[in-house]
């Protein structure tokens, strides 16, 4: 089984400034079979970002992914109000398809 | 539209089977592979399985195999998640959501609004 691994656990950052996740897979994934879903309070996630770096349909562009084998990113270029939530990365390529435990972005 | 619409909340106790369902409904049913996802209180998502109602063919995650049947009836266009005898642990928001394409090999690009299963012991 894969193992991802986030970090940080919470990022405190401000409206405005860049957020920078990371996701950290135990081995290297086939392709770039890795997905980030973002999930607010009292709500089902939502896809972000699917094959490391392709936008899903409606995403803003101000999000963006990056990354390949077993390091990937996740990039807020400018946090907006809306985009404090949990984000989660996701490894399709290797059944199961394991989570990453989550990166909690909140208001500093 | 795609939707995946899930049945309501339920409160069960200890030992008590269930089932909960998921609908989809505005894409073909048939030829798309439907998951299911756990979320304890508090805590992150966990892959269970998916289905491909089609054929019903079935992948467990080992953390899951036999612990909970997972099912479709395409007739319908509904999934379902059962159990058999449940557990406090089973406590959790439970959501289903589906993949883009015919093979599993694909993120969860719709998802369930969620059923929360509550459990006392």
């Known amino acids: 089984e894969i193992v991802l691994t986030q970090s940080p656990g919470t990022l405190s950052l401000s409206p405005g400034e860049r957020a920078t996740l990371s996701c950290r897979a135990s081995?290297?994934?086939?392709?770039?079979?890795l997905a980030w879903y973002q999930q607010k309070p009292g709500q089902a996630p939502r896809l972000l970002i699917y094959?490391?770096?392709r936008r899903a349909t409606g995403i803003p562009d101000r999000f963006s992914g990056s990354g390949s084998g077993t390091d990937f990113t996740l990039t807020i270029s400018r946090l907006e109000p809306e985009d404090f939530a949990v984000y989660y990365c996701q490894q399709y390529g290797s059944s199961p398809f394991t989570f990453g435990p989550g990166t909690k972005v909140d208001i500093k | 539209e795609v939707q995946l619409v899930q049945s309501g909340a339920e409160v069960k106790e200890s030992g008590e089977s269930l089932k909960i369902s998921c609908k989809g409904s505005g894409y073909s049913f048939t030829t798309h592979w439907i998951a299911w996802v756990r979320q304890m209180p508090g805590k992150g998502l966990e892959w269970m399985g998916i289905?491909?109602?089609?054929?019903?063919?079935?992948r467990y995650s080992p953390s899951f195999h036999g612990q909970v049947t997972i099912s479709a009836d395409k007739s319908i266009s509904t999934a379902y998640l059962q159990w058999s005898s449940l557990k406090a642990s089973d406590t959790a928001m439970y959501y289903c959501a589906r993949l883009p394409g015919s093979s599993f090999y694909y993120p969860f690009d719709y998802w369930g609004q969620g059923t929360l299963v509550t459990v006392s012991s």
């Open positions: 081995q290297s994934l086939s392709s770039t079979s």
């Open positions: 094959d490391a770096s």
């Open positions: 289905i491909y109602p089609g054929d019903s063919d079935t």
